[in-house]
């Protein structure tokens, strides 16, 4: 099982955001995306999940192996904590969702309703589904948003433990959770929209698109 | 699938899920009829079928913008597309589930309303059988045009705009099978179109509006 990425080039909104980016991602191994707000980690990250095709390069992995956690957590507030889980493992094929509950502490919350959780609640049950979609590949988003220090750490250990069952591990966080990862810096693989990639100018974000 | 559909209906029927909505919406667009053209049962009797079948696909077309839209700002619709399940089958899924909420309360409460308009004998099991043939086509068609939209803020104004007219050949063929079986013509033909629209609709429909919603992830 590996990820690699050969001289990937991204765009979102029409604009090109980044080119250029290549990297390779062994099982085991985790790898953190870094650099300012608007370089274009979600992007890349949506890019290799599949939900938006590459603009050049190409991205190597086994077929149906990644599972996405976004900024949203995909929770349908007015079903409970249980049924929510036992739905994307039922859509995975898994059945078992005893260890997603265990990983994040969310057995005492078992028949509450999404809509009555917290933030950090929803949050650490949109990070417990990626454990019952039993796949290889994990890609987050900024995962530790509105979680508090105690969970974090428990989310650090569930990516530890995916990591030592031979899983990969693919995120955009500013925090420094304590795992042994790559860092990527995105920043000089902006794409100024002249074709090539070049450091430091240029901003998609700012171009009107949205 | 199966638990999608499971999903979709528990969402349906629990508070805010707007099932009975549409069906509300039928009842009160039919009991108006009368109030609006008169009370004379005769002309009741005689524009019956394309107020039902007219009332039904407005009422589908009332909850068609939730279909995909709520997946799509809670971030599921994102995670369906990266899960195993082949969009097609989401599509075609969702568009079942808003099928049994919405278009198989409509066909079964038809003949019940088709009382309040006074509508002729023969007309009730053909009014029944050309709306349970007709709406899975409305379900779907509209699916579709959810899909297109989906992403939009105020879509759902669009989204009629653009269902609307592709429900034309549905209707002219479903209020013609009733129509015609009240005045003991030959209904074989519209009730054939109708059946084959449906077919045809369910067979491409899940692919265009899978495409329609990859886009619109991007």
Known sequence: ?210 | MGALLTRDLALAVKAGGGFGLSLAFFLIVVTLVPFGVGPETGRLAEIAPGILWVGALLACLLSLDRLFQLDWEDGSLDLLAVSPLPMEGVVATKALAHWITTGLPLTLAAPVLGLLLNLPGPGYLWLLVSLALGTPALSMIGAFGAALTVGLKRGGLLLSLLVLPLYVPTLIFGAEVVRRAIDGQAFATPLAMLAGLTLATLALLPFAAAAAIRINLR
């Open chain 1, 1 to 210: 099982m590996r990820l690699s990425v050969h001289d990937l080039a991204c765009r979102r909104g029409g604009l090109p955001v980044l080119a250029g980016v290549s990297f390779t991602v062994e099982a085991g191994e985790a790898l953190v995306l870094r650099g300012p707000n608007g370089v274009g980690k979600t992007t890349l990250l949506r890019t290799l999940a599949g939900l938006q095709p590459a603009a050049a390069g190409r991205v190597e992995v086994p077929e149906d192996s990644i599972a996405y956690a976004g900024h949203a957590d995909g929770l349908k507030a007015a079903l409970s904590v249980r049924a929510n889980l036992a739905f994307w493992a039922a859509a995975y094929g898994t059945r078992d969702i005893a260890p997603a509950l265990a990983a994040f502490d969310l057995e005492r919350l078992l028949d509450r309703p999404a809509a009555d959780l917290s933030a950090g609640q929803k949050r650490r049950l949109g990070l417990a589904r990626m454990t019952v979609t039993g796949r290889p590949v994990w890609i987050f988003d900024e995962p530790t948003v509105s979680l508090d220090t105690a969970n974090t750490r428990l989310f650090a250990e569930m990516v530890a433990r995916h990591l030592a069952g031979g899983g990969l591990a693919l995120m955009a966080t500013h925090i420094d959770l304590g795992i042994a990862a790559q860092v990527l810096d995105l920043t000089p693989f902006r794409d100024t929209g002249t074709g090539g990639p070049e450091a430091g100018a240029g901003d998609a974000f700012l171009d009107g698109s949205f």
